[in-house]
Structures are given as C-alpha cells and as structure tokens.
C-alpha cells in the first residue's frame, strides 16, 4: 500500500490548489484524477476545429485574478500569462447600442454618460465606494465561515460608503439595485448581465451583491484569460505543484473512502488502496463524496439529513463556434469586448432566469457569451474568431416556453434544436452571423458531466449559490466550512462555502483546516 501526508481526489483548480498549499507545508501529496487529463473545469483544446483552441467548460477569471491564494502561488514563473480584451464586457442592445464595461472607469462612465447624462457620475460614485471596501468584501466572501478578520476590516469601512445603507444595497435583488442607482439601460443591465452569472433569481436577495462584485471585478481586475487556453492555468498549478515533489495521477478515478474510527484514512482506487496519513482533501461535488464514496454508516446523521435538501444549480447548454471572420454585429462597439451578454432587456433576463428556475426550457435564453480570439489572438487564425456561449436550462424539465421542440432529454437531437435557438438570438445581433461559421460544437448537460462528474446535470456551481445554500448553509446547515464531520476529511469542492467560481477558495479552506487540524492533533499527543 502506497501512503502520502494527503490525498486530493480530484484535479480541478481548488484540488490543485489545495495540494498546492499542502506541499508548500512539506507534505506528500498525491493528486488522483479520474479523467486522463488534469483541470476539472479549467481545460482547453483544439476538437472543434483545427488551428482554433476552444475552452471546453471555464473560459474567464475575474475571480481568479482577484483571488488572494491564487495571485500568492506565483504562477507566472511557471508558464501563465493574462490577457484582457480591449472591453471587458459588452451587452448588445436591439438597437444597435451598446452597454460596455471598460478597464478604465473614465471610458466606462464616459460611454455611460453619454447614454444617458447623470450615469457616469454615479458609475465613478460606485468605484469609489468598491475602493473603499472591495478588497475587504472578496476576502470576507472568499475565507472560511466566519471571516473573523476580513469582518472587522470591513466593519472599519463600512461607514465611508454609507453604513447600514450600503448594506441594505448589497440585500437589494439586483433588478432594483440598477433602476435605484441609474437612468438609463446601460450600467443597469450590466449589472444584471453579471448578476445572471449565477443562479441567483434577479429579484432575489444576494443577486445585487453578486452583481456588484461580479461587475467591479470587471472594472478593477478585469475578465482575463490565460495565454493559449483555459487550460494553461490548470497546467501552471499543476507544474508549480509538481515542482515542489507532489504527485499527479490521471485515469485513477477514487472510488471510494476508508474510514477508521471516525477518521479518513486513506482512499481506494479499482487497482490499489492508498494510505493518507494526514489528511484527505476531496475537490469533488458534494452528492458524489457523501452519496457515492463514504460508505452510508460513516455519513454523520446530520449531514446525511442535510443531504438530503441539497440542491444543484441548473444544467447546461455551451455551443462553441469557429468563425472564419469577425462577428459581424449589427453595430461595431466603441470598444471590442471578451465577454459578450445576450438579452434583449433586464427583464427578459428575469423572465428566462424565471423559467429555468420553474422547469421550463427558456423560450429567449439569457446568454453568456466568449469572444476568444478578441481576448487571445493565439487562439485562432488572424482574421477569425473562436466563440463560444451558454446558457442555464432545467435540472429536471416540465416544459418547453418556447416552441415545444425541445423535451429536455437532451439527447444529441435535443442539444442540436437548442443550439439552434441560442444561435437564433445571435443572429439577430449579428446579422450573418451563420455565414462566417466553420464548425460548431454542442455540449449539453449529459456530455458536460461525462468530462466532468463534478457537473451533475450539467450544473457548473457545485450546488445552488441561492441564499439558503450559502454561509453556513453549504453544503448542509451547520457546515459553513471544508470540514465533513469526518475527522481528516475536508471538502474541497464548488459544492463548499464559498461555492462555485475559479478562485480556489475552497481548496485554499481545505489545506488550511488540514493542517491546523493535524497540528491540533499532533499536540495532544
């Protein structure tokens, strides 16, 4: 039987990091990956077309770049380099219009203002305020539950961006917090667009915060991509890891956890067992580690319990195009941006947000979109475009609110019809849109979980980010934190406080209880 310190099943950006922190402690770690490539969601690849790198799952890291842990691990000495597109957002507008977010507050509020007078003004207002406080509310939202000191930090702030006020803001269900703060479409809808990044309901309570922070990152650190690939983040983890002695090992899907007197002591693969002498460090999602690798009799009754109202986030539809030009919108924007958001108002958003949430299949699908090549030029060609874009759909399907030709099953033809009606939504922006394609891919929410087990349905959250699921709801009530109610089994996941995003939080959690855990063992000794 071979043995390490620890054990970190799963490669993902938050097991990588989590082995990350655990050999720079001196550990022996060994990653298992159950697929024969590393990244979880973090990878890249030419199989849409050649010569055009396309992101299978995760594209752009705004969280990432703003990720205390993740900015610590010095990974551009081992191969990563970011790249911004000149815009860092845009939402075309029916009209022709846009709504841009621009790396530079300046041009963001100019183009604000000029949509419509008073907004640009009140865009610099709210930059002021994140500068004030930004800093303290990632690392609150970012550190295990309670964040002692990033909570006193911000309470020091607080009164500078208006106290109570601005906390009943952050509470504000992000669809008011836009008509509240602004005139006109503009700063409205992008901040909406951000706040649809997760499966908050936009008139619910943690939508505005989740905007709010999505949107300033925007502002502040950008949506970045790594050089080459999505793929080359999970690579500089993996390579900076490996460089301090660890190990990784792909095809080597864990299949279960063994457990000993209430402690994790080791793992099983379908050839060997291996020993962890410390700790075991599970980047997996949450139904899988309880549900599939613990034996039952080794559950804690009231994580069992807890389990049992654990719910996923919405599945998935990603099409992926390559293009032989540029997007032809029907309006070129002031500035090109990365990330692209597609719906017609905020209310349409609501509207189709609204329907995933009751089972219905949207009719007008809000889209998040990625113009690759625009971002990266080693992505394609010159002269062409590598694009992708999603959209949420039902984990378990009633209906269809629009034309009824797709059932949910999501078989090959399903996904095909979809993408057809995503594709639809484009055209309509960009007129000639279907003329400049080469390929395109469709991977629907059986094909995204067979790259990816951790994406249950399709789902890319690791679980709902909705309130009653957060903090110290996640992943059960009374959790809040990496540990399992295992003694030396940590969740490592999406599926654990703070939740889904590449910015390595959880694995981060998950080292940093390891190894206080086992100095508070090795104490009583």
């Known amino acids: 039987m071979t043995q390490y310190d620890a054990v970190v099943i799963g490669s993902g950006p938050n097991g990588l990091v989590a082995a990350n922190l655990l050999a720079d402690r001196g550990w022996s770690v060994v990653v298992l990956e159950a697929q024969p490539t590393i990244g979880g969601a973090v990878a890249s690849a030419e199989d849409v077309h050649p010569g055009f790198v396309h992101d299978t799952f995760s594209a752009f890291y705004p969280l990432a770049a703003a990720s205390p842990t993740i900015g610590s691990l010095g990974l551009e000495e081992h191969g990563l380099t970011w790249r911004h597109a000149p815009a860092v957002l845009g939402h075309p507008l029916t009209d022709g219009s846009w709504a841009l977010l621009h790396r530079e507050r300046e041009v963001t509020a100019r183009l604000a203002d000029a949509q419509h007078a008073g907004d640009g003004e009140a865009w610099l207002g709210a930059c002021r305020q994140w500068d004030a406080i930004g800093d303290q509310l990632v690392g609150a939202l970012l550190r295990p539950f309670p964040p002692v000191r ?208 009751a089972g219905a299949i949207p009719a007008e699908p809000f889209m998040l979109a990625g113009a690759m090549t625009t971002t990266d030029p080693t992505r394609s060609p010159a002269g062409t475009e590598s694009f992708w874009a999603y959209t949420h759909v039902p984990q378990e399907t009633r209906t269809d609110a629009g034309p009824g030709d797709v059932q949910g099953t999501w078989d090959r033809d399903d996904c095909e019809r979809f993408a057809d009606r995503m594709q639809a939504r484009i055209e309509r922006l960009a007129p000639g849109f279907g003329s400049t394609i080469l390929a395109r891919r469709v991977l629907g929410p059986r094909e995204l979980e067979a790259r990816n087990a951790n994406l249950i349905g399709g789902a890319v959250g690791g679980g709902t980010a909705q309130l009653h699921q957060e903090l110290v709801f996640r992943p059960v009530p009374g959790l809040g934190r990496a540990e399992t109610g295992i003694r030396g089994l940590y969740l490592g996941s999406a599926s654990a406080h703070p939740g889904g995003g590449v910015h390595g939080a959880p694995g981060s959690n998950a080292a940093r209880a390891a190894v206080l855990h086992d100095r508070l063992r090795l104490g009583r000794r």
């Not at 803001?169 to 836009?178: H, I, M, N, R, Y």
């Not at 390579?239 to 099983?268: L, M, N, P, Q, Y």
């Open 150 to 357: 990033p909570a006193v930090s911000l309470l020091a702030r607080l009164r500078r961006v208006g106290g109570l006020g601005f906390v009943r803001e952050l509470l504000t269900p992000v669809a008011e917090l836009g008509r509240d703060r602004f005139g006109g479409v503009g700063p409205a809808i992008l901040l909406a667009g951000n706040a649809g990044h997760a499966d908050i309901p936009l008139d619910a309570p943690g939508s505005g915060l989740f905007g709010l922070v999505m949107t300033m990152l925007g502002q502040t650190v950008g949506f970045p991509v790594p050089e080459g690939g999505a793929g080359r983040l999970a690579d500089a983890l993996a390579s900076r890891f490996t460089s301090k002695g660890g190990e990784i090992r792909c095809d080597a899907e864990v299949i279960g956890i063994d457990v000993a007197g209430g402690r994790a002591v080791g793992v099983r693969t379908a050839t060997e067992r291996i020993r962890a002498r410390r700790a075991v460090v599970a980047d997996v999602a949450a139904p899988h580690l309880f549900g599939r690798l613990l034996d039952p009799d080794d559950v804690p009754a009231r994580v069992a319990s807890g389990m049992k109202r654990f719910q996923m986030d919405p599945g998935t539809v990603k099409v992926d195009w390559a293009l032989d030009g540029p997007i032809p919108w029907l309006t070129e924007p002031a500035h090109a941006p990365g990330t692209v958001h597609v719906a017609d108002s905020v209310g349409q958003m609501q509207e189709a947000l609204g329907q995933v949430w």
